[in-house]
């Protein structure tokens, strides 16, 4: 009998381990998630940035042409 809760004590501590590994896991994954996401913001903002500059050069010299 006490054999069998001995195996129930290690069943449940791998089980928790592998819980443990799976949650940080996730949380890593999470994160990298985040940072991606903040990084694409970042190269967006650029790109728009680009694009209003190219505009207000272009509007510029039609300014200055007309």
Do not use: H, P, W
């Not at 592998?18 to 890593?28: A, F, I, P």
């Amino acid at each position: 009998m006490s054999f069998l809760i001995v195996l129930a004590l290690v069943l449940l501590a791998v089980a928790l381990v592998g819980q443990y590994r799976m949650q940080k896991q996730l949380d890593r994954m999470e994160a990298q998630l985040i940072f991606n996401r903040q990084q694409d913001n970042r190269e967006a903002e650029a790109i728009l940035e680009n694009v209003v500059d190219s505009r207000v050069r272009v509007l510029d010299r039609l300014t200055e042409t007309a």
